[in-house]
């Protein structure tokens, strides 16, 4: 979901994008394996590491970060994750940064078994951002 630079997404609304491209990217994984399609598990990750920025966007945005305010880098990111994510979630988001977005999608060194275990640390990422942003109502 592409926003203009008027609009403005809840956290409700980031948390919605990070689940529907989570299960975007758990689709397009089957039919990859199905295929036995390398390049199509490229963009497997890709969609993956969207789902990520899109949990992180919403914890950010619960932290008090406004959407005006979200970053557009990777140095950007770096440094709210460091402020605002517990020891957990920067584990797991930079785990996410480097196996999903680098080595699957840029380098195209993850297998499919990696992969899967990737997507499952991605829902087990969404699902711990939620707790926190429940804890911080």
């Known amino acids: 979901m592409r926003i203009k630079r008027d609009e403005r997404m809840s956290v409700e609304e980031h ?5 529907k491209l989570y ?17 199509y598990l490229s963009d497997v990750c890709a969609k993956g590491w969207l789902s990520a920025l899109e949990a992180t966007y919403a914890l950010f945005i619960k932290m008090g970060v406004r959407e ?4 557009k880098a990777d140095r ?4 709210m994750v460091r402020r605002y994510a517990s020891r957990e979630l920067r584990l797991y ?3 996410l940064r480097d196996n999903l977005h680098i080595e699957g999608y840029y380098n195209r060194s993850l297998d499919f078994d990696e992969v899967k275990m990737q997507l499952e640390d991605l829902k087990y990422y969404i699902e711990k951002i939620e707790e926190e942003i429940k804890r911080a109502e």
């Open 15 to 19: 948390l919605e994008e990070a689940k």
């Open 68 to 71: 005006e305010e979200l970053p």
């Open 76 to 79: 950007g990111r770096r440094y």
């Open 93 to 95: 988001y930079f785990s």
């Open 23 to 39: 299960r975007q990217a758990v689709e397009e994984f089957e039919i990859a394996k199905e295929k036995k399609d390398s390049a």
